[in-house]
């Protein structure tokens, strides 16, 4: 079983995420107003793969910043394979977390 997993950004993450090298973010293909790159380190003996993105156009920040979204994984594969897959499963997950559907009990019945 492997694993990719979101994480939040506590100090360590931060000071993993700060110690990548400028050199080693790669430009990715994300929204058409926005800027995103991807790099890889270790944290905690797992890979640690980072997309970091900047809106352009009529969503760019006065003073902008990138906004760091992290995750860990123990998956083969290359940084931007990983990143692009685990990018897709969250898209649908929002999409699942959106569907209104009703709750029963388990074994209810629809009248």
């Not at 990715?28 to 997309?51: F, H, M, S």
């Not at 920040?61 to 969250?90: I, M, N």
Request: hydrophobic share 40%.
């Amino acid at each position: 079983m492997r694993y990719s997993i979101t994480v939040r950004q506590t100090k360590t993450v931060h000071a993993a995420i700060t110690a990548i090298p400028e050199a080693a973010w790669v430009p990715i293909a994300y929204q058409p107003d926005g800027v995103a790159q991807v790099a890889e380190t270790g944290w905690k003996g797992d890979r640690l793969i980072v997309r970091r993105v900047r809106n352009e156009g009529d969503q760019a920040q006065l003073f902008a910043t990138w906004r760091y979204h992290a995750f860990v994984t123990d998956r083969p594969g290359t940084t931007l394979e990983l990143e692009a897959d685990h990018r897709r499963h969250a898209v649908v997950e929002m999409g699942q977390a959106h569907c209104p559907h009703e709750r029963r009990p388990s074994g209810a019945r629809a009248a």
